[in-house]
T-cell receptor, first 108, second 113 residues
């Protein structure tokens, strides 16, 4: 099963780009990388996912390294409402393992 | 669609009592997941269903926990008898496929005293 590792916490200034790294060195060729976030006391919210190519949507961009061993979620212009725990997961073999995530704090 | 709907939002019960948590997935979604979240253990997958059939219940902590999905629009997670260590937030989520984005409900905060 692909296990992911993320830093436990990060700070970012409001209006700046927030770059959240994730290591998934054991990921196999057909496993997607998913990003979710959880704002305090709410259910996790889907952000973006990718396989090999970089992806962008209205919420964020996802940069996946060529060897697929790591990825970075980019929030281009962070706001205070982006303060949350961000989870990077790689579902595999019908296993869904959620790590502790990264607690991102956006500071004014 | 109103999204995934869970009830109740909060439940306080005494140890030994039966607790039933309810979930209505998004219409048309074939997969339904039950999660438990605690500070100590984070987010844990308990069980998931595909087309109303339980596929993997290896995350269910013990026989006191059971889950059913009698039809495509309703699922329950039951704890009998409940214990203080079952106190947690329980989330239900649904998705179109295994490897597609999951939509989570607002959760049920269970407190067993």
């Amino acid at each position: 099963d692909a296990k992911t590792t993320q830093p436990p916490s990060m700070d970012c200034a409001e209006g700046r780009a927030a770059n959240l790294p994730c290591n998934h060195s054991t990921i196999s060729g057909n496993e997607y990388v998913y990003w979710y976030r959880q704002i305090h006391s709410q259910g996790p919210q889907y952000i973006i996912h990718g396989l090999k190519n970089n992806e962008t949507n209205e919420m964020a961009s996802l940069i996946i390294t060529e060897d697929r061993k790591s990825s970075t979620l980019i929030l281009p212009h962070a706001t205070l409402r982006d303060t949350a725990v961000y989870y990077c997961i790689a579902p595999s073999n019908y296993q869904l393992i959620w790590g502790a995530g990264t607690k991102l704090i956006i500071k004014p | 669609d109103a999204g995934v709907i869970q009830s109740p939002r909060h439940e306080v019960t005494e140890m030994g009592q039966e607790v039933t948590l309810r979930c209505k997935p998004i219409s048309g979604h074939d997969y339904l997941f039950w999660y438990r979240q605690t500070m100590m253990r984070g987010l844990e997958l308990l069980i998931y269903f595909n087309n109303n059939v339980p596929i993997d219940d290896s995350g269910m902590p013990e026989d006191r926990f059971s889950a059913k999905m009698p039809n495509a629009s309703f699922s329950t997670l039951k704890i009998q008898p409940s214990e203080p260590r079952d106190s947690a937030v329980y989330f239900c989520a649904s998705s179109l496929g295994w490897n597609t984005e999951a939509f989570f409900g607002q959760g049920t905060r269970l407190t067993v005293v």
